[in-house]
């Protein structure tokens, strides 16, 4: 799967953005789409994630209730909002895909083998 993310750019403290990642496979139903995101000096982690085909979604503790991930299966495209963005959030976001469903394994970047570009995303105080 080519996976494609868009949406990034400069926002200030408390905004929400929206990321977009497209991907060239029909059938995302397949998949687990996942979002991690790494931030300077930091290692990847674990934003969240979207099995369509079982309407699942995955969040770590960290992130419940402050991302929303969502698929739009006729275009191919996963959604990550964001909201009340801290400059902690500062970091480039990448979207991913997996065929793993279970909820330990889609946490882990190893299990997935497609990537898209990433995305910067910066919060300025």
């Known amino acids: 799967v080519q996976l494609q993310a868009f949406g990034g750019g400069l926002v200030q403290a408390g905004d929400s953005l929206r990321l977009s990642c497209v991907a060239s496979?029909?059938?995302?139903?397949?998949?687990?789409v996942a979002w991690f995101r790494q931030a300077p000096g930091k290692e990847r982690e674990f934003v969240a994630a979207?099995?369509?085909?079982?309407?699942?979604?995955y969040y770590p503790n960290q992130m419940k209730g402050r991302v929303t991930i969502a698929v739009d299966a006729a275009k191919n495209t996963v959604y990550l909002f964001m909201n009340s963005l801290k400059p902690d959030d500062t970091a480039v976001y990448y979207c991913?895909?997996?065929?793993?469903?279970?909820?330990?394994?889609?946490?882990?970047?190893?299990?997935?083998?497609?990537w898209g570009q990433g995305t910067l995303v910066t919060v300025s105080s």
């Open positions: 979207i099995r369509s085909s079982a309407a699942t979604r």
């Open positions: 991913a895909a997996t065929t793993k469903a279970d909820k330990r394994e889609v946490a882990r970047e190893a299990e997935y083998s497609d």
């Open positions: 496979e029909r059938h995302l139903l397949y998949y687990t």
